[in-house]
Structures are given as structure tokens and as C-alpha cells.
């Protein structure tokens, strides 16, 4: 399937990435790339559905439409800042060139859903905005990692602009311990914004695509396309009234502020593709990082934009110099700055959350406990990965309880369904303010398919579980020891066994490989960011470096806070 789709991306690139551009010169491919292909994988993934059908695959032929149904909709998520978009059959039919006369381009839910706004924590820019710094955030995630960093920098005078873009509340950044860190958002509006695109309207059918047996028109999935650029989706999928609204305000807020440093923490998705092209043409330094893990296999577009790239560990430098579209792009491996202050979480008030949790949802304190790491997965496949944990759980030896911790993008509904009476292990949900990241010190396993949590886990010497059905991807922690790969509830359940034996060793420490993790990061991160100000300095090698004076400042982010 991904052959297919980089096919066709390249097509597209070919065919239309000139077809639109905000007056900086960033085009709309470009800008929307991510959101793109998640809709052109979703294409591709209907087609292959089609070619593997028998009827189909035994009288292979032209496709009718349903009419009056909308050619792109929206299918159920458990996520909050995503909204996943698909192709209808009748859209399928559309591209392959059936004539369309009344079918609209979305379908009735998608016309209905309302406008985003910007969850503003502060007021619009305005005044002196003078800074060294300006860091872009619209996640929780984003915020966790940059703010220790600019709390480094602002020890040091650097003074810091922080942008917050979330059209979640609960995404919004907390505000900043320094006053050397100003917090600022645009108008809530931002991203409320829709209309047509013109120059994504061509109608010609005469340049094609080929997948498998069916012949794509290149014209008519560029109008699919434009649908994503007509609709307002939020801070992750704005529309493109919304990216040029976006580019024009951070134009603004850069010349006001003339900083040296533009931070981010990603730049693939449209804000951060967007702000870095942005801080290029201003003549400004540019440092990402990463701020969750990657495997080659799920990265929605392995691009990264910035001049300077800050990876957790060695696989992740690989990849990032694979990935960096930069001339001059340089990697630091460097470890990530919100795991600098796991040492010192209380593992005994995390432990405590966790059985008064318990007791207060099923009346019964068992005596292991478990947490699952959610992701927003959609239903079938949280379901799916629910059963085969409880079923492991349920076959394992001794008094086993589960601790659902939802992500911090996961709706609150997502887990209403998948608990089954009577038949499993005690379940309870964790509040979303604390999470996984707020818990997991206190859990006797920590299970989890996909999530960053594995690793601090890991960190803390608490055991993972990576469990999924095979040929379902994962961290790939298991394969540097640092975790059992479960696909059965058996091998779950026996994982859980070879846990309780009274000789089972202590974790290893986590290899650099995974990540750097020297309780420094963020000291790092901002010192790259100084010797980086004013062009190229010397920098010791951060794969070695053990600053004495690690930062014991407190995790930020953490739902149990440490001592």
C-alpha cells in the first residue's frame, strides 16, 4: 500500500503542487501534505479492498454511484484532535471517472460538524514582542517538551516567545513558570475559517495514476482533495483561508519579535511545516524535537523541515537523516526533556492513585496492577486490543487488575465499550488529566501497543508489555530487550507469569539506542540552542555528555506530580 501511495503523491507533486501557494511561497501541497495522504491512503486502501473482493476481482468493471452521497465523509475515531477523513464508494467511483452530477463533495455529517476555534490561554499578540526564542505548540505533548527547555533558556536571559495554537482546551499549554517565557495565541477565529480554493477546481481528465487494475484521474482527486483545504479541521488540518490567515500573523509576530531561534516540536504537519518555511525566510534558526517516537513504518510523511533536529536515540538519528529535507540539516541525539524528570516521581503516591482507583470502580484492591498506554485508535481496534489484553490478564496467575489511562487526545467516550460485564479482570479508567505519564511509576506492568509511555516506562524499570496481533506495529522496543511482544492473550498471560517469579531480573537500563536518558535533555537542547545563534559553534558530542548538574526541576505534564 505505501508504494502505491508515495506513487500517487508523487503524481500529485507533479501534476498540481503549483496549483496553489501563500504569498511566502509555501504550497498547498507542501503545507498539506500529512492530511493529504492520510485521505489518499484511505483512497488506496478502498481500491485494494475492491481488487481482493471475488464479484470484483471475477467481472472486473466501471462503478456506479450512490447518488446524492457525499463523495468525501468522516469515519468514528477515539480521537479529539484528528479528524480522519475517508472516501466514500461513491468517491472511489468519482476519481476512477464516473460522472458525479448530484453527488456533493461532502457528505451530510461532514457539512454539519461546526467550526474549530483557538483554545486562546492568553491575548492576541500585541506590544512588545521582543524574544530570542519563539516555540510553536498546538499539543500537550508539544508543550511538555519545549517548556522545559525554554525554563533552561530563561535561567540563562534568553526570553521566550511561546505560540499556542490548540482548538482544544485540553491541549492548551499551562502557563509558563518563568516570566521570561511569555504565552501567546491568535484570535479564536484562526481556524474557524472556510472556502472554495480556487485553483484546486481543474477539470481535465486526460493525466492518470495507475493502482493495481484501476486508473485514477489525477483532476478529479485533486477536487477530492480540496475538500480538506475548503473545510476547517482545527489546528492539525486547517483550511487553506486558515493557512494563509496563519502565515500572515506569524509573519507579524516575527518581525516584532526578531528572535534567533524558531522551536518546534513538529514540523511535518501544516502549523509546523508552515512556521518553519516561515522562520526561513526571516533568516532564522530553526530546531525541531521530537517529541513522541518513530518508527519508519508509521510516520505519516517521513519529511523534516528544520535546520537543527533533536532525537531521543540513535535509531531515531538514523531515520532523522534519512528524513531531513534541509541542505545543511544536522541531528543531535539528545534524549527528550520531559523525560528528564521521571527519576524523581513518587512511586508510592502513583501507587496509591492506582489502588484507591481501583477500589473506588470495582470495591476490590487487587494485588497487581496493570496500566494500558491508550492511543486514539479507532473503536474496532481499541476493541480489539482490549479483548486480547483482558483475555491475558484473565488467564494469568494471581489477582490482576487493569487501569485503562486514556491519551491525552482520546475523547472522553472511547473506553465506555470496551469493558465486558462479568467476563475479565477488574477495569477502571484513569482520570485523562493524569494519564498514563501520571500512573505508570506505580504499576506492576505497563502494557501498551504504540505509546511513548513504553519508553519511560522502560526508563523506571517498570516491565512493558508491547502487545498487538501480529504483523501489528509497535515501538520495536522488544527487540532491544526492553520489553515482551505479546500477539495472543496466551502470551500475554505467560508474560505476566514470568513476571512473578520471585527471580525475574530487573529491567535493563535503557540503551542509548532507544534513548538518551542523563536527567539533561533540556539543558542540551537549549545549549545546542545558544551555540547554534549566531551559526556554527563547537558543541561537545551529546551522545557523551553527562551534565553534572542534571535539571531536578519536576516533570511538567504529569498527572501524580513528584515531590
Known amino acids: 500500500m505505501d508504494e502505491h501511495v508515495d506513487r500517487i503523491m508523487g503524481a500529485l507533486e507533479t501534476y498540481g503542487a503549483h496549483l496553489a501557494a501563500t504569498p511566502g511561497g509555501a504550497g498547498w501541497l507542501y503545507v498539506q501534505h500529512v492530511p493529504v495522504r492520510r485521505l489518499v491512503a484511505q483512497l488506496v486502501r478502498r481500491l485494494m479492498a475492491l481488487s481482493a473482493w471475488e464479484p470484483f476481482a471475477k ?3 466501471p462503478m456506479t454511484l450512490a447518488p446524492y452521497e457525499g463523495l468525501v465523509g468522516v469515519r468514528s475515531s477515539s480521537s479529539r484532535e484528528y479528524r480522519s477523513y475517508t472516501v466514500s464508494w461513491s468517491g472511489v467511483a468519482f476519481v476512477l471517472g464516473a460522472a458525479a452530477p448530484h453527488n456533493p463533495l461532502r457528505s451530510a455529517p461532514l457539512r454539519t460538524l461546526p467550526a474549530p476555534h483557538v483554545a486562546a490561554a492568553a491575548p492576541s499578540a500585541s506590544g512588545d514582542l521582543s524574544s530570542d526564542v519563539v516555540a510553536l505548540s498546538w499539543s500537550s505533548r508539544h508543550a511538555a517538551t519545549l517548556l522545559p527547555v525554554l525554563d533552561v533558556l530563561a535561567r540563562d536571559g534568553q526570553r521566550s516567545l511561546l505560540i499556542d495554537l490548540a482548538t482544544d482546551a485540553a491541549e492548551r499549554c499551562p502557563a509558563p513558570d518563568s516570566q521570561e517565557v511569555e504565552l501567546r495565541s491568535p484570535s479564536a477565529g484562526l481556524f474557524g475559517l472556510r472556502g472554495a480554493v480556487e ?12 493502482v493495481k487494475e484501476h486508473t485514477i484521474l489525477l483532476g478529479r482527486l485533486v477536487r477530492l482533495l480540496s475538500v480538506l483545504l475548503e473545510t476547517s479541521a482545527g489546528c492539525t488540518q486547517p483550511s487553506w483561508r486558515s493557512v494563509l490567515e496563519a502565515e500572515a500573523w506569524l509573519d507579524d509576530v516575527l518581525t516584532a519579535a526578531r528572535p534567533h531561534t524558531m522551536l518546534v516540536s513538529n514540523d511535518t504537519s501544516p502549523l509546523g511545516a508552515l512556521a ?29 523541515h528544520s535546520r537543527h533536529i533533536v532525537v531521543m536515540g540513535e535509531r531515531d538519528a538514523t531515520l532523522a537523516n534519512a528524513w531531513a529535507r534541509h541542505p545543511d540539516a544536522e541531528v543531535h541525539v539528545l534524549g527528550q526533556p520531559r523525560f528528564d524528570g521521571l527519576a524523581h516521581l513518587d512511586r508510592e503516591v502513583q501507587r496509591r492513585y492506582l489502588t484507591q482507583l481501583m477500589a473506588a470502580t470495582t470495591g476490590h484492591e487487587p494485588a497487581r496492577i496493570a496500566v494500558w498506554a491508550c492511543q486514539p485508535f479507532g473503536p474496532d481496534r481499541l476493541r480489539a486490543q482490549a479483548n486480547l489484553l483482558m483475555d491475558g490478564l484473565r488467564g494469568a496467575d494471581g489477582d490482576w487488575g487493569l487501569v485503562i489511562a486514556p491519551h491525552p487526545a482520546q475523547s472522553a467516550g472511547a473506553f465506555s465499550s470496551l469493558t465486558r460485564q462479568n467476563d475479565g479482570p477488574l477495569v477502571a479508567v484513569a482520570d485523562p488529566g493524569v494519564g498514563a505519564r501520571g500512573c505508570l511509576a506505580g504499576a506492576d506492568v505497563l502494557a501498551s501497543a504504540y505509546s511513548t509511555c513504553g519508553i519511560e516506562a522502560a526508563l523506571l524499570n517498570v516491565p512493558v508489555l508491547e502487545f498487538g496481533p501480529a504483523g501489528e506495529r509497535t515501538l520495536g522496543l522488544a527487540d532491544h530487550g526492553l520489553a515482551s511482544r505479546c500477539t495472543t492473550a496466551d502470551e500475554v498471560a505467560a508474560a505476566l507469569a514470568e513476571l512473578a517469579r520471585p527471580d525475574q531480573p530487573v529491567v535493563q537500563a535503557m540503551p542509548d539506542a532507544v534513548c538518551r536518558w542523563r536527567g539533561s535533555s533540556a539543558i542540551d537542547i537549549a545549549h545546542l540552542i545558544l551555540s547554534r545563534a549566531d551559526g556554527p559553534a563547537a558543541y561537545p558530542d551529546p551522545v557523551h555528555h553527562d551534565a553534572p548538574g542534571a535539571d531536578r526541576a519536576q516533570a511538567r505534564g504529569e498527572g501524580v506530580r513528584a515531590r
Open 59 to 61: 467481472a472486473p468493471g
Open 199 to 210: 485553483g484546486l477546481r481543474p477539470q481535465e481528465d486526460s493525466v492518470v495514476v495507475q
Open 276 to 304: 518553519v518555511h516561515a522562520a526561513e525566510r526571516h533568516g532564522i534558526n530553526t530546531v525541531h524535537v521530537q517529541h513522541g517516537a518513530w518508527t519508519a513504518e508509521l510516520v505519516a510523511w517521513p519529511a523534516l
